[in-house]
Every structure is written in structure tokens, then in C-alpha cells.
T-cell receptor, first 112, second 112 residues
């Protein structure tokens, strides 16, 4: 039982490049979330999903897209990376009707 | 939406002393209040949580109190140890699909 796994762990992008971050959970959770963490700002919600095939915007969605084609996977895409997207990205999942959120190990992304 | 404010941003205590971190929230419908500990380079880990039907909860050296009327909750750590040094985040949400809204974090340093 791996919990929540993020791929990759580290990445350096050039401005304008694109990439996809993968989040996979094996707990059969309905809800999945993408957060970004910046110094002094806590974790801010980018997008979330309440089930397979559904997505919704969070607090800071601009510049990101997401997809939830399979229940266990939640993908975060950056179409044209900008230095302002340099951050640590965390994925989390939560069971339907549950409270506790389980986090992945994070992806450190640097855009130069 | 929900807004969570957390104070102080940094806290330094001597080993054995107590530490208190405070948070306020804005959405009176929030009913779940977890606290996460994040060590350097690691994912946030749930250390204690409280629901709105409870005023206080303890787990060994840590406790959380909730004042629904004032919309604030606090984390108390007694007999602090160097391994308590980390960043602590409070959060708030409604049970179920809503994502957690996080405070900005408190860096706790316990001096040996």
C-alpha cells in the first residue's frame, strides 16, 4: 500500500516548456487535490477533483490544467511554464465523506 | 471561501518549554480542523485534528482547543523536544469534498 505517489520528485524547466505532474493513489479515494507550497504562504489549492471525470478550480488555478481520467490518477499540467510557477507541488487525496487528507511526497519544480 | 490566519510565523522555545500556535478561520460552516507537521523536505503529516462538536482533544504532549464562537483554534505542545522542530500548519474545511484551507505556517525551533 503506497498511499499517494507523485512523479517526478524534481524537475527543472525552461520558461515556455510544458510538463505534466502525475499523482497516483491506491486508497480508492474519491477526492484528489493539487496544492502548491511557497515560502511563507502555506499550501494553496490549485485544482481539485471530486471523482473520476470531474475537475474544479481552486484558489490559484491560472497557468495550470488538470485531468482525472482514472479514479486513481490526477494529472497537473503546465502548458507554458513561467518562473512564477517555481514551487513545491503536493498532491493529496481524501475518501468520500472523510476528513483526513493524505499527501504525496511533493514535486520540487524550478522554472528558469 | 474560507480564510485561515496563523500566528506566529516563527516561534523559538527552550527544550522542555511549551509552545502555542494559534489560528483563526472565517467560514462558520467549517467543522474540521487538522494540524500538520512538516519536516524539511518532507510531506505534511497529520498530527492531530478536531471536529466542531468537540472543544478540546489531547494526544500525549499535543493538544488542540477549539472556540467555535470566536472561530479560533490552537495547538499546544508541552515538554517540547528538539525533534518537535518543524513547520506546523493549521487548516480548516467542511467534511467531505471541500478541500482544506491552510494557514501560512509556523516555524517552530526547539533549542536544546
Amino acid at each position: 500500500n503506497a498511499g499517494v505517489t507523485q512523479t517526478p520528485k524534481f524537475r527543472v524547466l525552461k520558461t515556455g516548456q510544458s510538463m505534466t505532474l502525475l499523482c497516483a493513489q491506491d486508497m480508492n479515494h474519491e477526492y484528489m487535490y493539487w496544492y502548491r507550497q511557497d515560502p511563507g504562504m502555506g499550501l494553496r489549492l490549485i485544482h481539485y477533483s471530486v471523482g473520476e471525470g470531474t475537475t474544479a478550480k481552486g484558489e490559484v488555478p491560472d497557468g495550470y490544467n488538470v485531468s482525472r481520467l482514472k479514479k486513481q490518477n490526477f494529472l497537473l499540467g503546465l502548458e507554458s511554464a513561467a518562473p512564477s510557477q517555481t514551487s513545491v507541488y503536493f498532491c493529496a487525496s481524501r475518501e468520500q465523506g472523510g476528513d483526513e487528507a493524505f499527501f504525496g511526497q511533493g514535486t520540487r519544480l524550478t522554472v528558469v | 471561501g474560507e480564510n485561515v490566519e496563523q500566528h506566529p510565523s516563527t516561534l523559538s522555545v527552550q527544550e522542555g518549554d511549551s509552545a502555542v500556535i494559534k489560528c483563526t478561520y472565517s467560514d462558520s460552516a467549517s467543522n474540521y480542523f487538522p494540524w500538520y507537521k512538516q519536516e524539511l523536505g518532507k510531506r505534511p503529516q497529520l498530527i492531530i485534528d478536531i471536529r466542531s462538536n468537540v472543544g478540546e482533544k489531547k494526544d500525549q504532549r499535543i493538544a488542540v482547543t477549539l472556540n467555535k464562537t470566536a472561530k479560533h483554534f490552537s495547538l499546544h505542545i508541552t515538554e517540547t523536544q528538539p525533534e518537535d522542530s518543524a513547520v506546523y500548519f493549521c487548516a480548516a474545511s467542511r467534511t467531505g469534498r471541500r478541500a482544506l484551507t491552510f494557514g501560512s505556517g509556523t516555524r517552530l525551533q526547539v533549542q536544546p
